[in-house]
């Protein structure tokens, strides 16, 4: 066994008014690892794919916040809120998509972009089609591993998307977001030009 402790933020407001401390004081965690877990650990900081235990740690609790991972179902049942999420290859969502009239791809976009809406604002309790939380909306499909989403202005840029056709993302952005857009490139990253909101 292998021991690895951690300095966590101490919440006895009783000790810090003793001392007269302006700032929380650590407070010591100890965690028992196995040694093939903490080999690792140690393995993965050796090569530099992580800084550290406590950053590691952090970047763990995060993903399994924003996943929700605490409402998956073991083994193969993950939820996040009220959908259901599958880890899905690229290769295998662009099988679908090359399989679908390249003149339906738009109105795909759409009905997906409509449903991601629902999943969003009944999960998250966040409203899509209000453009002050659109930055909320993108950090969502960051997180679900869509590509990053960027406001610029009249425009709207996706870098690394996950699927690689426009017209997918130009119908899927009108379903999620309300507004209606133009294409102004074909090649990631891609850009759309907002024209309207459908709500003016």
Not at 113 to 122: Q, S, T
Not at 183 to 197: H, Q
Request: aromatic share 12%.
């Amino acid at each position: 066994m292998s021991q690895v402790i951690l300095n966590m933020p101490m919440r006895n407001k009783e000790v810090n008014k003793s001392h007269n401390w302006g700032k929380a004081s650590a407070k010591r965690t100890t965690i028992i690892l196995d040694e093939e877990e903490r080999e690792f650990i140690d393995k993965l900081i050796r090569e530099g794919k992580e800084p550290g235990i406590k950053p590691l740690i952090s970047k763990m609790l995060d993903i399994y916040r924003s996943m929700m991972i605490y409402d998956w179902r073991f083994p193969g049942e993950y939820y996040c809120g009220i959908s259901r999420i599958a880890f899905l290859n690229v290769e295998l969502v662009n099988i679908l998509i090359q399989n679908i009239p390249k003149d339906k791809w738009w109105e795909i976009g759409r009905k997906m972009g409509e449903a991601v809406k629902v999943y969003i604002e009944a999960t998250l309790g966040i409203i899509a089609t209000d453009r002050e939380k659109w930055p909320e909306v993108f950090k969502r499909l960051r997180v679900q591993g869509f590509g990053d989403f960027y406001l610029k202005d009249k425009y709207i840029l996706i870098k690394a998307p996950f699927i690689g056709e426009p017209e997918v993302w130009g119908g899927f952005l009108e379903g999620l977001l309300g507004i209606e857009l133009d294409i102004k490139t074909f090649a990631a990253p891609f850009v759309f030009e907002i024209k309207t909101s459908k709500s003016q």
